[in-house]
């Protein structure tokens, strides 16, 4: 029997990218480049507003107006004129956007309730599977993503079929399959109880695998924006975590999901997030900018951002013009 299968695949569906799969896979510990395409990103984009100082309509998303320089603003005026932007642009939204140190630890700007529980979608991804990786998952593995994996009654499926991926591959494409199966292949308890270590994910929601797949693969996974950030910060800050910080500067390369966060000249590392149905997508992201001196943590979350979007066509380039706002980049 499946259990609750219609409300985990509506939460599934635009989750999962495409990722081009190269005809060998790398050797351990490699990461590979791979074109990703987040499946609710082929919506229109935003509209233009006149009004706030950054542009949302054009292509190259981290571009701004012409009345804001890069690196001329704080992060408090970055993260309003932000907000305005967004505002604008999707009148009904529920916008939230934070920034913090380089720890995690102070919070240097934010706009709305960032201390209230909401769907992150694929950013729970990278954080199940490093606290896999540390339950012996070989970084090697290889994950045949073109059929789906049933978890105790719940089938686990990727909008489209993206062949054999590597580890890298699948986080930076957000494959829904690959985390099942990694979940088929550690004591996903443990899983459960190290991403329990950075996320504030519930004690009772370890009881069944189901449970656990929900949570960990981003189906049912509600978290504060500012507690994904604090998440996030103290796992690069990990001494083992040199491969997920490689996958995470992956997931914003110039073909992946994230690819409208990077802002030219600027270190950027990060992850998308895509939740809710087709027609009220919820667009989060989540990552980290540095110039070489002043580092920070920056997360987006639009709620209702409209049919089409996800947290690559709305979170991502809000992230990229709050980065350049304030610390420029060539």
Known sequence: ???????????????????????SAPGPGAVEPVAISESASEGAEPAASSGPAFETSDPGASEFAPN?????????????VEAATLEAAYPEAD??????????????????????????GDTTKPVAIYAALGEGLDPAMTFDTSKPVVLDGLEVRDERSSGVLTLSQAIAGSSNV???????????????ARVAYFLPIPESGRETLQEVAGQLIGFTCEVPLRDLGRAYARMVAEPDSAAIVDVLRLAVGPDATGARAAVPGLDVLGKTGTAGDPGNRIAVFIGRVSDGETTAWIGVSVGGAGK??????????AFARIARAVLGGS
């Open 1 to 23: 029997m499946r259990i609750g299968l219609t409300s985990f695949l509506l939460f599934a569906a635009g989750c999962a990218a495409s990722p081009t799969v190269p005809t």
């Open 68 to 80: 804001v320089a890069p690196g001329s603003l704080t992060w408090k005026e970055a993260v309003e």
């Open 95 to 120: 916008i939230r956007i934070m920034v913090l140190d380089s720890s995690g630890s102070d919070m240097l700007a934010d706009h709305g309730d960032v201390d209230r529980r909401s769907p992150i």
């Open 178 to 192: 690959a985390v099942a199966q990694v979940l088929e292949m550690v004591p996903w308890k443990a899983v459960y």
């Open 308 to 317: 089409g979007e996800d947290g690559g066509s709305v979170a991502a380039p």
